[in-house]
Every structure is written in structure tokens, then in C-alpha cells.
């Protein structure tokens, strides 16, 4: 049992001003990712800050006619929220994909955001992790790698973004609202939220050391037919192989992100001017760069025909 010193925050701003003022303090709402890592003792924390009281939990209109979705919204209130069913119905379907319904009603939007890759060596402390320990290596890049990144990693870390929820807000054009330790806030669109690799794998976001997202916000709804579909190893309870989430217009036009696929959610905007002519002619300019192992290659033509699968039941 490793020692650690525990609050409940007052506010967001005290929060966030409590996190930076204590070196190696993290934030805690549902648990769900960060007390799993803490028993492996993949994380340990020498402060927690308990942020569920900051009132965080509501679902409320802007007025530019989209959401504000509160940090604190646990998972099911969300997929459930009957203005998410009806105009953002890929969010709701990613959600409803994900985890299980007893982690649902614990895990909330902010912490999903957060949640860390599930890479099996991230995993193991006996192996090396440049994620984990800066500077040891990758022990994926030659082990196994059947579901990890097929593109934007790096030579420092292969690891894939786990989450099913941030891949619906990607192809949404979701934004983050933070609250920095000295009060100033700022929102950070979702494309720009969670980061490449490169050389510093250990830095997974855009936060500044100790910023808190107090928000989500959706803009107004662009219509047209929502899906999400993941491929996994089993029916539930599994990450995505691969995941794409897709909204699709009468017209044929739309849009489209994968999860599974890399250590974010994968979305190239030029890509989606493909749509119309099909699967093929989108992932081949989304996947251009790609850098498959051996293993995991199969990705590639898993992600064209599950976007083919999507988009033939939007035809229908």
C-alpha cells in the first residue's frame, strides 16, 4: 500500500490550483482507469484531489444551439440524455459500446477523455514503456503488437487511444473547457486534445500541468445519419479493434473517425470528401501515412470494409 494524501476540491479553479501547487497530485471522479493503475501501481499518486462535488453533472443547451455537457456527467446519464439520442445519436451509440453498464454509471465524460492506452506493456512494469518510464523503450514495437497503432505512432510508442466516447466527439467537432490553476480558462477543440507520440509518449494531452476540463461542448447538430461501429475480439466488454464513427448525409457526403487505429482518435477531414465515391477512396487518403507491424496490418482492410458496412446501411 503506497501512502497518499487526499481533498475534496471546493471549485474548479481550487482544484486546479491544488494540482499544480502538489507534485504529483491527480484528479479523481469516477475511478474508473486511475484506481485500477494505482493497485498495479502503474500510478501512484502522492495526492488525490476529489472533484465530484464541484457540480460538474448537467446536460445544458448554448446558445448556439448545440450542448454543454459538465465533466461530471457520468456515462449512461449521458448516452441516455434524450437531446444526445435524438441530435447526437454516434455519441450515444459509442458510449453504449464501450465498457460495461456498471462502469458506465461510474465513468464520467472528463475521465473517459483521460482514460490511458491499455497497451499489455503500459501494463507490465517488468517491461519497458516509454509511456510509463521516459526513456526505457518501447517493448512493443518488436513484441505484440496485433492491437496497437497502425498509424501516427512513432518510434518512441505504438500504444492506440482506447476510448470509444472521444471518437464520437471527434467526428462531432467537440470542444474541451478547462480551468488552469491560476482561474484562466480556455476551451480546446477535440482534434487538438489528445497528442501524437513523438519523442514524449508520457505526455498523452494538451493539459497544462494541472488543468482541469470542467466541460464538453457540442455545436449545433449538422443531421444527417449517426452510426458507430466496433470491431472487437468479443461482443462486449473489449476494446476496439478497430471503431469508426460516422455521420452520413442524404447526399452521400458525411463524415468519419476511427478509433483502434491510433493514439488518438483518427480523422483527416480531406479524407471525407471521398465518401461519396465509397470506403476505399476514404481510407486510402485517411491511411496514407500508415505504418503497420506484421501484425497488425490487418487493420487496414478491417477499417475499409467496416466503414463499407456503415456506409451500405446508410444507402439503405
Known amino acids: 500500500m503506497r501512502p497518499f494524501t487526499y481533498e475534496r476540491a471546493a471549485s474548479p479553479a481550487a482544484a486546479a490550483k491544488a494540482a499544480a501547487a502538489t507534485p504529483g497530485a491527480k484528479f479523481i471522479a469516477g475511478g474508473t482507469n486511475l484506481l485500477d493503475l494505482m493497485k498495479l501501481e502503474i500510478e501512484a499518486p502522492a495526492h488525490l484531489i ?16 448545440g450542448l454543454r455537457i459538465g465533466a461530471l456527467v457520468r456515462n449512461t446519464d449521458l448516452a441516455a440524455d434524450r ?8 455519441l450515444t451509440r459509442a458510449i453504449v459500446a464501450g465498457a460495461s453498464g456498471q462502469l458506465r454509471n461510474k465513468a464520467t465524460t472528463g475521465g473517459n477523455l483521460m482514460q490511458r492506452t491499455r497497451c499489455p506493456y503500459f501494463y507490465d512494469p517488468n517491461m519497458p514503456c516509454n509511456k510509463r518510464k521516459p526513456g526505457s523503450g518501447c517493448a512493443a ?4 503488437s496485433r492491437s496497437l497503432a497502425v498509424i501516427g505512432g512513432s518510434e518512441a510508442c505504438i500504444a492506440t487511444y482506447p476510448g470509444d466516447m472521444a471518437v464520437a466527439m471527434r467526428v462531432l467537432d ?3 473547457e478547462t480551468v488552469k490553476p491560476d482561474g484562466e480558462t480556455r476551451t480546446i477543440p477535440i482534434a487538438d486534445f489528445h497528442r501524437l507520440p513523438g519523442d514524449t509518449p508520457d505526455v498523452e494531452t494538451a493539459l497544462d500541468p494541472g488543468e482541469l476540463i470542467t466541460a464538453v461542448t457540442l455545436p449545433k447538430p449538422v443531421g444527417g445519419a449517426h452510426f458507430y461501429h ?5 461482443a462486449s466488454y473489449a476494446f476496439a479493434l478497430v471503431s469508426v464513427a460516422a455521420i452520413v448525409q442524404k447526399d452521400g457526403s458525411g463524415r468519419v473517425a476511427f478509433g483502434g487505429v491510433a493514439p488518438k482518435p483518427w480523422r483527416v477531414e480531406a479524407a471525407e470528401a471521398g465518401m461519396s465515391q465509397g470506403a476505399k ?11 503497420p507491424t506484421r501484425e497488425n496490418r490487418f487493420k487496414l482492410p478491417l477499417a475499409e470494409r467496416t466503414l463499407d458496412a456503415v456506409l451500405a446501411q446508410a444507402r439503405a
Do not use: H, P
Not at 464541484?54 to 445544458?60: A, F, M, P, S
Not at 477512396?281 to 491511411?287: D, E, I, K, L, R
Open 230 to 234: 466496433k470491431v472487437r475480439d468479443r
Open 141 to 144: 514495437i518488436q513484441g505484440f
Open 174 to 176: 467537440a470542444g474541451v
Open 281 to 291: 477512396a476514404v481510407t486510402a487518403q485517411a491511411f496514407a501515412d500508415a505504418n
Open 83 to 90: 437531446r444526445v439520442r435524438r441530435d447526437y445519436g454516434v
Open 50 to 65: 476529489d472533484v465530484n462535488g464541484l457540480k460538474l453533472d448537467t446536460i445544458e443547451e448554448t446558445d448556439e444551439g
